[in-house]
């Protein structure tokens, strides 16, 4: 199991810019891909970006392409989703995600932190 802990949210105007971190308490993330998740009131979870660890592969939701930015710090075990011409509708619950390699879905998941873009 993968302890997950966001933090880098919060009120911005939109237009402005972001930068989430999630960080992982796991020896090593090798066999990992980790992911960024959102949810809007009201509406369901959404894939936001993805980075495979061993090769920093990476994927994106057409919503964010452009705009947002996953990478990763080894040494830190972390992982950051910059977040730059932030729009009202980038507003929600932002949640960190890692799943084995081995496996389709996510299974850890991080408490969350709270992304609102004021118009």
């Known amino acids: 199991q993968v302890q997950l802990v966001e933090s880098g949210g919060g009120l911005v105007q939109a237009g402005g810019s972001l930068r989430l971190s999630c960080a992982a308490s796991?020896?090593?993330?090798?066999?990992?891909?980790m992911g960024w998740f959102r949810q809007a009131p009201g509406k369901e979870r959404e894939f936001v970006a993805s980075?495979?660890?061993?090769?920093?592969?990476?994927a994106y939701a057409d919503s964010v392409k452009g705009r947002f930015t996953i990478s990763r710090d080894s040494a830190k075990n972390t992982v950051y989703l910059q977040m730059n011409s932030l729009k009202p509708e980038d507003t929600g619950a932002y949640y960190c995600?890692?799943?084995?390699?081995?496996?389709?879905?996510?299974?850890?998941w991080g408490q969350g932190t709270q992304v609102t873009v004021s118009s």
């Open positions: 796991i020896r090593t993330l090798t066999w990992f891909t």
């Open positions: 995600a890692a799943r084995s390699n081995f496996k389709d879905s996510y299974d850890n």
């Open positions: 980075i495979r660890w061993s090769d920093s592969i990476t």
